[in-house]
């Protein structure tokens, strides 16, 4: 690889882009991109080329999602066998048992398991099941931790210090203008690792808290993993109060261990949500969990809807992964 690289190409298509894309890309987190936003003409294994023909090693492997690395052989062979039978039907097929079958055997958590398309629609989903099958609002999530960008979680992710008060009880901060701001009346958020802090705030509100929602391993912060007995804690605080624990396995699942964080820690959560590398690069992700709570699924008291849920190109390649 050479050590003079030009980024004129790139420079050229982002002007271009933003004529027409806003911000010239797709996704809030390519903006601050420099020396500009780059854009890649292919990628094979570890590597990723860009329009000015420069050469990189992917170490973050498109953000988590491609554990294999780009355009693995196996992976574009079974997701082109499965495209020449249709993209998406509207209706159920195989292949969707299989992968669910599959990860029942994998995931401890897994009674049962719904599809969907990215990390943030199923941690919406899990919440609202948690409001139902407990019947209360508020949930509690940690300071630092992102679950998303969806208006509920978007909060206390990375907030300016002088707004984030006390350490003890940091104060819900929203990351984006538009965002819904009594919604923060819902939110506890607490800082992570801390015993005292969570005992504290669990038997203080315990009537009105449907969930705690938690990173097994605090991953968008060089991986902090959780203290000695932290996670065990959690989960008897829970127990003894009716709360719900769900895991974001959105980045650790299927990657730390193939039951996911859960089953490399040793704690299971009542729900758990995974996606990017449970796929190797295809939109799919997946909400997993308790029979008892994901029935209200399956009898339509919680709604949870998708066109593309389930398309035959997501589960082909989640059902080649797994294997």
């Known amino acids: 690889m050479s050590e003079a690289r030009s980024f004129e190409r790139s420079k050229e298509l982002y002007e271009q882009a933003r004529r027409s894309l806003a911000g010239g890309v797709s996704s809030h987190f390519r903006l601050f991109s420099r020396p500009v936003p780059l854009f890649f003409?292919?990628?094979?294994?570890?590597?990723?080329?860009?329009?000015?023909?420069?050469?990189?090693?992917?170490?973050?492997?498109?953000?988590?999602?491609?554990?294999?690395?780009?355009?693995?052989?196996?992976?574009?062979?079974?997701?082109?066998?499965?495209?020449?039978?249709?993209?998406?039907?509207?209706?159920?097929?195989?292949?969707?048992?299989?992968?669910?079958?599959r990860v029942q055997r994998l995931v401890p958590c897994a009674e049962l398991v719904r599809f969907g398309l990215s990390g943030s629609e199923m941690v919406h989903a899990a919440l609202r099941l948690a409001r139902a099958y407990t019947g209360r609002s508020k949930f509690i999530k940690f300071e630092g931790h992102y679950h998303g960008w969806f208006d509920e979680v978007l909060f206390s992710v990375a907030p300016p210090l002088e707004m984030a008060g006390e350490e003890e009880g940091p104060k819900p901060v929203p990351w984006s203008q538009g965002q819904d701001l009594d919604l923060a009346a819902k939110v506890i958020v607490l800082p992570w690792n801390d015993r005292e802090a969570l005992r504290r705030t669990v038997e203080r509100h315990a009537d009105e808290i449907a969930a705690i929602l938690t990173e097994p391993i605090m991953a968008n912060t060089n991986c902090i993993l959780p203290q000695e007995g932290y996670l065990e804690e959690m989960r008897q605080w829970c127990d003894r109060y009716g709360i719900l624990l769900i895991f974001d396995e959105v980045i650790t699942g299927f990657r730390v261990a193939l039951g996911g964080a859960q089953e490399f820690l040793g704690v299971v959560p009542d729900l758990a949500v995974f996606g990017k590398a449970m796929a190797g690069g295809f939109p799919v992700s997946m909400l997993a969990g308790r029979r008892e709570v994901m029935e209200l699924l399956a009898d339509g008291r919680v709604i949870h809807a998708g066109t593309l849920n389930s398309h035959v190109m997501g589960m082909a390649a989640a059902e080649a992964c797994l294997e």
């Open 41 to 101: 003409t292919r990628g094979k294994g570890s590597r990723l080329w860009d329009a000015d023909g420069n050469e990189f090693i992917d170490y973050t492997l498109g953000q988590g999602p491609l554990l294999f690395g780009h355009s693995p052989d196996f992976l574009l062979e079974a997701v082109r066998k499965a495209m020449e039978q249709g993209q998406i039907y509207a209706g159920q097929h195989e292949l969707e048992i299989r992968v669910a079958e």
